[in-house]
């Protein structure tokens, strides 16, 4: 499982998304967890990183999971129209 910082926000995504990369190399799974319970400071830089993540999992023909994605950072994401892009598959 693949953990997000505290805090993500413009200052900190390039550093955040490189890596969540080197941790989806260094999986063999092709489901990746990735455990957002962490993360209290964040922007709209942080849905950029996990959309940019997802990609990058697609790419390598794996599976992203976002696990205890903070409430508001849904919020936004709902806001932004791409909450379903986040969802962890049921």
Not at 31 to 53: K, N, P, Q
Not at 57 to 72: E, F, H, M, N, Y
Not at 79 to 88: F, K, P, Q
């Amino acid at each position: 499982m693949l953990v997000l910082p505290a805090e993500l926000t413009h200052a900190g995504a390039n550093a955040c998304l490189r890596m969540l990369v080197q941790g989806l190399q260094a999986h063999a799974n092709t489901e990746i967890w990735v455990d957002a319970g962490a993360l209290r400071r964040f922007d709209s830089s942080a849905l950029a990183v996990l959309l940019e993540f997802r990609r990058e999992c697609q790419a390598s023909g794996k599976q992203v999971s976002i696990r205890d994605l903070p409430t508001r950072l849904s919020d936004l994401a709902a806001l932004y129209g791409i909450a379903e892009l986040l969802s962890t598959p049921g």
